[in-house]
């Protein structure tokens, strides 16, 4: 196929799989009749929105003031801490927050006692002189036992996952991409990229397509841009910066659609959902690499392409 401009054109798929792992959590949740909430758990905030999707399970639950909602992560004066990292932290910290919302609710009617108080969970606190309620629960993956928690709480790993007692979990994706190759410089180009994912059910999509987009852009830049140089008299790094190490920018990506199956899945927690972090990008440079084969014949096994594999 050809573009208005001459370029050849090609399309290719490639499928991703991604194990979900799950790490013990131990949370505190806490409603003050000032109309202060706070929820302190294990795991991180470094940008993917884990936040985020804590604030949905809470709000969605429970009738309190979004506006004054604090999540506090990574604090080992409020919880103890586990790393964020192997896709496992909505995975663990979700179902955690659901089950704070769940044992709350539950708090709250037991202290009303059949009393008919309206409002918020603020007003109701307020209306019967009581300053704060605090639950604080804590949440073990398929199959584990008292053990995850106290080498949680020494700073271990307490990780369990892919392959639980009775079932296997597993994040799934499949990217569909555009490529363009001019074909006198070899230059490529993507246009267009189709990404949809099966991780459970989608708690916070705004999250969860920004993670597959940042997936898709990254193995963009596994797949044409980024590689390691090493000085083979010496060993250094003769590319050790950003101006000499290419990654993406702006220029180089096109439009990237991401959808979702969307299906929750109960047998692997309460909420359903799974992880999503890695799984955007497994596949993605194949999907790349096999639409550069439809576009110009040349099966390619080496990243980064460069366009002197294209010549």
Not at 203 to 229: D, H, I, K, N
Not at 257 to 280: M, Q
Request: with cysteine; glycine share 10%.
């Amino acid at each position: 196929m050809r573009a208005a401009d001459g370029s050849l054109v090609g399309w290719g798929v490639a499928s991703g799989i991604y194990p979900a792992l799950v790490t013990a959590t131990v949370a505190t949740l806490r409603i003050s009749a000032d109309g202060t909430t706070r929820f302190a758990t294990t795991h991180h905030e470094f940008g993917q929105g884990i936040k985020t999707a804590i604030g949905a399970v809470l709000l969605d639950g429970l009738e309190i003031d979004a506006a004054k909602l604090d999540i506090v992560l990574g604090d080992t004066t409020v919880a103890p801490q586990q790393i964020t990292a192997g896709s496992w932290g909505t995975f663990s910290v979700v179902p955690t927050a659901a089950l704070a919302v769940e044992r709350m609710r539950a708090a709250i009617s037991e202290l009303l006692a059949g009393r008919q108080v309206s409002g918020t969970i603020h007003q109701q606190l307020a209306a019967i002189r009581r300053p704060f309620l605090t639950v604080d629960v804590s949440l073990l993956g398929p199959g584990q036992d008292a053990a995850a928690l106290e080498r949680l709480r020494r700073g271990q790993y307490a990780i369990a996952g892919p392959t639980f007692p009775e079932f296997t979990a597993m994040s799934y994706i499949a990217h569909f991409v555009e490529v363009q190759v001019e074909p006198t410089t070899r230059r490529i180009r993507m246009p267009r990229v189709v990404s949809v994912a099966d991780c459970g059910r989608v708690v916070s999509p705004r999250t969860a397509v920004s993670q597959v987009r940042g997936g898709v852009v990254w193995a963009f830049g596994a797949a044409l841009r980024e590689a390691t140089e090493v000085d083979p008299r010496f060993g250094g790094f003769l590319n050790n910066d950003l101006a000499d190490y290419v990654v993406p920018v702006n220029a180089d990506i096109g439009e990237i659609e991401v959808d979702f199956i969307d299906e929750p899945d109960p047998v692997a927690n309460s909420v359903g959902v799974k992880g999503l972090g890695e799984v955007a990008m497994v596949g993605a440079s194949a999907a790349i690499v096999n639409a550069i084969f439809h576009a110009t014949g040349k099966r390619l096994r080496e990243l980064p392409v460069r366009i002197e594999h294209l010549l």
